[in-house]
């Protein structure tokens, strides 16, 4: 089932499945989600919960108990449930099942909500542990957007400007997308500004951490674009599929990584995921604004 809500600016539509983006649409109807055209890629803006990116096997272990998980989890395959939903906001919800459990022993309650304010949408993950044990988990965001926003415009127009100079490192892959244990200077031009190139994926995504959490999408000063802003989210993933034209970048806000190369992580020793005590709720919003 599809959700709509809308204000003067803008209007949004999400999906049940996944409680996924499926439309960005200015007042004036340009749209700027990714369509999910699977020539190049199926996704539009799935949430990442309860893990983000590829385990070792597609396996972990937790309690000396081994359990199977594929890619970003499995928040993107179930049918979430509406909490509240009014004219400009929605929050959609998941808990945990018996079919859950046997892929991820934890009680649990999964929230998402879309909230309008202006020209700008507030993504909000709240989870909550209803447990009686600590409770590990990754979590993010995965949004596409179309590049190019305008007619005339190619790909090679768009950059990342990120609000202040930094000096973040890219988290480097192995060849199977696993991290390979070392970080390398990633330098922006400027000290603020990543131009787009199809070439930047070949190798899968980039991972920034240290990055200055502000960054605005477009072709420059006039022209359409966005700002994304994840305060709280200690990682950033840029890409689109590798090797190929794909008219349109994911800007992916993450709160974890992925496994290590050829390790099968045990989930209460990865040292990112975030721990959340027995009855204990947390929390992470960010944001997109659309000009």
């Known amino acids: 089932m599809l959700h709509t809500i809308h204000n003067d600016a803008m209007t949004v539509t999400i999906d049940d499945l996944g409680a996924q983006l499926m439309s960005i649409t200015a007042a004036d109807g340009t749209e700027y989600l990714w369509n999910g055209d699977p020539a190049y890629w199926g996704g539009r803006a799935p949430n990442l919960f309860p893990y983000v990116g590829r385990l070792t096997n597609d396996s972990y272990t937790y309690g000396g108990k081994t359990y199977q998980m594929t890619r970003h989890g499995f928040a993107k395959r179930t049918a979430f449930t509406t909490a509240d939903q ?4 929605l929050t959609l919800r998941m808990t945990d099942t018996p079919e859950s459990r046997e892929s991820y022993p934890f009680a649990f309650r999964f929230d998402v909500t879309y909230v309008l304010e202006g020209s700008t949408l ?7 542990n209803r447990g009686g044990e600590t409770m ?15 007619a005339g415009k190619s790909f090679e127009d768009y950059r990342l400007t990120f609000a202040h100079p930094s000096q973040p490192c890219r988290v480097l ?14 330098p922006l031009e400027n000290g603020d500004i990543l131009p787009l190139r199809h070439d930047l994926f070949d190798q899968d995504a980039v991972i920034l951490k ?3 959490r502000t960054m605005t999408l477009s072709a420059g000063e006039g022209t359409r674009g966005l700002t994304l802003s994840c305060p709280n989210m200690r990682y950033l993933g ?12 994911c800007l992916e806000p993450w709160a974890s990584l992925p496994s290590r190369q050829d390790v099968v992580e045990d989930l209460a020793q990865q040292n990112d995921l975030i721990a959340l005590e027995s009855g204990q709720r947390y929390e992470n919003r960010w944001t997109i604004t659309i000009f």
């Open 86 to 89: 009014g004219g400009a906001n």
């Open 136 to 150: 590990y988990f990754g979590l993010g965001g995965h949004p596409g957007f179309r590049v190019p926003l305008e």
């Open 122 to 128: 507030v993504i909000v993950y709240a989870v909550e």
């Open 238 to 249: 840029i890409w689109h599929v590798p090797k190929t034209d794909a008219p349109y970048v």
């Open 173 to 186: 892959l192995s060849d199977d997308y696993m991290l390979s244990g070392h970080d390398a200077p990633y």
């Open 210 to 212: 240290n990055f200055e």
